[in-house]
């Protein structure tokens, strides 16, 4: 490689490793503080606070891993964190998924919140919210890791674009296609359905409240 060449890719390397390293740094300590609050504030010690504990959990995992892995093994060159980047990566994409599914969940929490306030409590009771956090978790070790693993469907680090890329071959396609962007495109669809209808919740019975206060 050229000596200008050089030069440039590891001035490049510098400033894509400081902006996710700054932008993952903030995401990993306001996670950790998410989930401190949620699980030791007696206020947040509810379905929705052990939901939001769940999902920030999983979004500081992420959020550390490009921090503690993916930072040093840019700037770094290291050679071994390629390797074992294939792997990292579904990490990656579990932990994401955990954070969408997470993310509905507390979706329809707010919907009942606002539209059956009398029958919420006993919808998300204790019981029901650990069912709804332990499928928030097994869904992606199916999709994410499973699938991945048992079709050898890796996502290993690419260096000329600085991500996490994945294996090509036919049933690679059929998993990136129906596993991956069919379902987080269904998830985060549905969120925003829920999300709507809670806003639109909120507006009906708005004025009732206003009255009764």
């Known amino acids: 490689m050229p000596y200008d060449s050089q030069i440039a890719s590891q001035t490049d390397r510098f400033f894509v490793t400081l902006t996710i390293f700054s932008i993952s740094l903030i995401g990993l300590i306001g996670n950790i ?20 504990a769940s999902q920030s959990f999983a979004e500081a995992i992420l959020c550390a891993v490009f921090v503690f ?5 840019v700037l770094f060159d290291i050679s071994s964190f390629k390797f074992a980047s294939a792997y990292v990566g579904l990490v990656l994409l ?5 954070c969408i599914f997470s ?10 919140a606002i539209s059956i306030p009398v029958r919420y409590n006993d919808i998300f009771n204790v019981r029901n919210t ?3 956090i332990a499928l928030s978790y097994i869904i992606p070790c199916f999709t994410s890791i499973y699938m991945h693993l ?8 690419v260096d000329f674009g600085w991500y996490f890329g994945v294996n090509t071959s036919a049933d690679c396609d ?6 991956d962007f069919c379902k987080d495109f269904g998830v985060v669809a549905a969120i925003a359905v829920v999300d ?18």
């Open 196 to 213: 709507v209808g809670t806003i639109v919740m909120i507006k009906v019975t708005a004025p009732g409240i206003v009255s009764l206060t």
């Open 130 to 132: 650990r069912v709804l």
């Open 103 to 112: 993310h509905l969940f507390i979706a329809v929490n707010r919907l009942c």
């Open 174 to 179: 059929v998993i990136r296609f129906y596993i």
């Open 69 to 73: 892995f993916y930072c040093p093994m």
């Open 33 to 52: 503080i998410v989930f401190l609050f949620a699980t030791n504030l007696k206020i947040l010690q509810n379905s929705f606070g052990r939901l939001s």
């Open 150 to 157: 048992a079709n050898n469907c890796l996502l290993p680090y």
């Open 94 to 98: 579990f932990c994401y998924d955990v």
